[in-house]
Nanobody, 120 residues
């Protein structure tokens, strides 16, 4: 069972990137899914997430610029990032609550991280 993130890269200020994170393996159900980021010297912080059902939560600085979406059939969560700023530079990690069997509790899994670099 793993989360595979992709889509990071180098972009100029004002540009856009789309991150993807796909869950694979023997998974019974997927709950909350989201994206976190960690800039050099800073703590990991929530960027955007689906909490329960279709309820979304965004970090204040990305509201109006980033959009989180998910495709349950593909077990994938996306992060569309528009109007990127240099301060968005960070390693971005996907996160998901995965239940591997009906009677087992859900557990939190992390993807490997994908680097987003925004140049000024």
């Amino acid at each position: 069972v793993q989360l595979q993130a992709s889509g990071g890269g180098l972009v100029q200020s004002g540009g856009s990137l789309r991150l993807s994170c796909a869950a694979s393996g023997s998974i019974f159900s997927i709950g909350a899914m989201g994206w976190y980021r960690q800039a050099p010297g800073k703590q990991r912080e929530l960027v955007a997430a689906f909490t329960t059902g279709d309820t979304t939560n965004y970090e204040d600085s990305v509201k109006g610029r980033f959009t989180i979406s998910r495709d349950n059939a593909k077990r994938t969560v996306y992060l569309q990032m528009n109007n990127l700023r240099p301060e968005d530079t960070a390693v971005h990690y996907c996160n998901a609550d995965l239940r591997l069997a009906p009677l087992r509790p859900a557990r939190q899994y992390w993807g490997q991280g994908t680097l987003v670099t925004v140049s000024s």
